[in-house]
Structure formats: structure tokens, C-alpha cells
């Protein structure tokens, strides 16, 4: 291997890594937010509390789904 090889290879590694770091710091905080902004977008009403859970609970699974394509 010639030293221009190696060092590309390591450039490759490093951004590589830096993705997987900034998807850890990222992912739980969309995960958070991602649903609740649905949730929040939608009309809110104290009275259909089922109505609200199942928005919430689309508004994750939405998310899953959208987060392993």
C-alpha cells in the first residue's frame, strides 16, 4: 500500500465516523420531537384523549418507518 492509499483510507474512516457520531447525538432527539410535532400540528382537543394517543402513536411509527429506509 502507498501512503496516499493509506492516508484516504483513514480520511474514508474518520468521516465515516463522524456520521455514526452525529446520527448517535441526533437520532434520540428526533425521536423525541418527531411525534410531538405531529402531535402538536394537529387539532388538540381534552375530550378525545384515544384520538390524541393514536395521532401520537402513528406520528412514532411514522418516524420507525421513515428512520430505516
Do not use: C, W
Request: no cysteine; hydrophobic share 55%; charged share 15%.
Amino acid at each position: 500500500m502507498t501512503m496516499m492509499s493509506m492516508l484516504k483510507q483513514e480520511k474514508t474512516y474518520l468521516s465515516r465516523q463522524a456520521i455514526i457520531s452525529f446520527a448517535q447525538i441526533f437520532h434520540p432527539i428526533v425521536l423525541i420531537f418527531f411525534p410531538f410535532i405531529i402531535f402538536i400540528k394537529s387539532k388538540f382537543d381534552r375530550r378525545e384523549t384515544n384520538t390524541n394517543i393514536i395521532k401520537l402513536t402513528l406520528g412514532i411509527i411514522a418516524f420507525q418507518i421513515l428512520d430505516f429506509l
